[in-house]
């Protein structure tokens, strides 16, 4: 079965710095991949959608890069905020157009 | 006003009980999700629905059933809980297609 990691439970970062995060996935061939972000006591909400054709994407301070060679996708904040603390989602397509989730990783800035 | 509502967002309840979890969208989207949610696992789906009359199960639907009874509300119903059914309940809609999914609030949900 499918199986989507993300490197680590938990990220500190001083603030400016570039925030990485990995999502590695295994037993998969997803056509395309999300990231999300989710607060404490509340839902995840999208960031940012990147397809297997597609190498790079940004918007504004995010950047994520998606390479179905190595089965990996790198999250990247840069210029890191207090407010960018938050859980980080990965979320792989499967069957169906339904998403996977990551177990998400979750960042702290420190200011 | 929110887009995605869902009702209650605290319950605790007692093994045995039967407790339905509602969710009301004003997105107009035909797809919608139920996902529980608990440390260290993830997201995990339960059901989905593409419309009104296509119901799917997910991931992991023992134990659980759901009704789409209009467009806009997907109900998910535990039919006897039990305690590890506790955990944070999510419902999300999405349009057709590989869009983003928009997120309730969640449920709180606790059986003792």
């Known amino acids: 079965s499918q199986k989507i990691e993300q490197n680590s439970e938990a990220l500190n970062i001083q603030e400016g710095k570039t925030a990485t995060l990995t999502c590695n996935y295994t037993n998969y061939s997803p056509a395309y991949l999300q990231w999300y972000r989710q607060d404490p006591g509340r839902g995840p909400v999208f960031l940012l959608l990147i397809r297997e054709n597609e190498k790079e994407k940004r918007k504004e301070r995010l950047k994520v890069t998606f390479d179905t060679t190595l089965k990996q996708s790198l999250f990247h904040i840069t210029a890191s905020q207090p407010a960018d603390s938050a859980t980080y989602l990965c979320?792989?397509?499967?069957?169906?157009?339904?998403?996977?989730f990551g177990t998400g990783t979750r960042l702290t800035v420190i200011p | 006003d929110a887009d995605v509502t869902q009702t209650p967002r605290n319950r605790i309840t007692k093994t045995g009980k039967r407790i339905m979890l509602e969710c009301s969208q004003t997105k107009g989207h035909d797809r919608m999700y139920w996902y529980r949610q608990d440390p260290g696992l993830g997201l995990r789906l339960i059901y989905y629905?593409?419309?009104?009359?296509?119901?799917n199960k997910g991931e992991i639907s023992d134990g659980y059933s759901v009704s789409r009874q209009a467009q806009a509300k997907f109900s998910l119903s535990l039919e006897s809980a039990i305690p590890n059914q506790t955990a944070l309940y999510f419902c999300?809609?999405?349009?057709?297609?590989?869009?983003?999914?928009?997120f309730g609030p969640g449920t709180r949900l606790t059986v003792l």
């Open positions: 999300a809609t999405s349009e057709v297609g590989d869009n983003e999914q928009f």
């Open positions: 979320a792989l397509v499967g069957g169906a157009n339904n998403l996977f």
């Open positions: 629905s593409f419309d009104v009359k296509d119901i």
